[in-house]
């Protein structure tokens, strides 16, 4: 999937949790959806694009993607490698 696709459907789901009143619940939230609905491939794709400068993401996409990325970068030091789809 082209990287303006993923960053728009990102957004949007950016954009339904900014209303939360909650920062790091948003931002989980986010992380959460992405999580959830997003096949592993698109995951990596969204990490790599953060992780390139992210123009045009926002800031609360951009913490939520942090997040997984973390996730991603601790599963590789443990060598479990597998995606989960939940939290």
Do not use: C
Not at 22 to 38: K, M, P, Q, T, Y
Not at 49 to 65: F, H, N, T, W
């Amino acid at each position: 999937m082209d990287n303006q696709r993923l960053l728009r459907m990102a957004n949007q789901i950016g954009a339904f949790f900014e209303s939360y009143p909650d920062r790091a619940e948003a931002a989980a939230g986010v992380a959460n959806h992405l999580r959830s609905f997003w096949a592993p491939v698109m995951r990596r794709q969204i990490i790599e694009y953060a992780a390139s400068g992210g123009a045009g993401l926002k800031d609360i996409v951009r913490e939520a993607i942090a997040v997984l990325a973390r996730e991603a970068a601790e599963r590789d030091a443990a060598g479990t490698g597998g995606e989960r789809r939940n939290s």
